[in-house]
């Protein structure tokens, strides 16, 4: 079983910078793949970037530029630097474990962990 957990959601101003972690444990928890995604009320879950070591290839179109999807060498720690924010921004934000195939990677349903929700909220 793989247990996910994350930090650092807060309240913040257009422009500035946020970083959100995700704490991961579990016995197998290394061997998966690991990916940010966010969901505003009333909207369905986003796709925000995948952690693949592709850089920026697969980030969504709306964070490129602005996002950074970083894990740490231990493989334990997953993070999202979040810079120049604006409103659309705001959601709660899911980090998510799985191995979902390179097609599948923006679809939710492919993923098999979740954690609870940073909620991020940016006033404007």
């Known amino acids: 079983q793989v247990q996910l957990v994350e930090s650092g959601g807060s309240l913040v101003q257009t422009g500035v910078s946020l970083r959100l972690v995700c704490a991961g444990s579990g016995r197998t928890f290394r061997n998966y793949g690991m990916a940010w995604f966010r969901q505003s009320p009333g909207q369905v879950r986003e796709f925000v970037a995948p952690s693949r070591g592709t850089g920026t290839l697969h980030y969504a179109d709306s964070v490129k530029g602005r996002f950074t999807i970083s894990r740490d060498n231990t493989k334990t720690r997953l993070y999202l630097q979040m810079t120049k924010m604006k409103p659309e921004d705001a959601a709660v934000y899911f980090c998510?474990?799985?191995?979902?195939?390179?097609?599948?990677?923006?679809?939710?349903?492919?993923?098999?962990?979740w954690g609870q929700g940073t909620q991020v909220t940016v006033s404007s």
């Open positions: 998510a474990a799985g191995q979902p195939i390179l097609s599948a990677m923006t679809d939710p349903r492919y993923w098999n962990y």
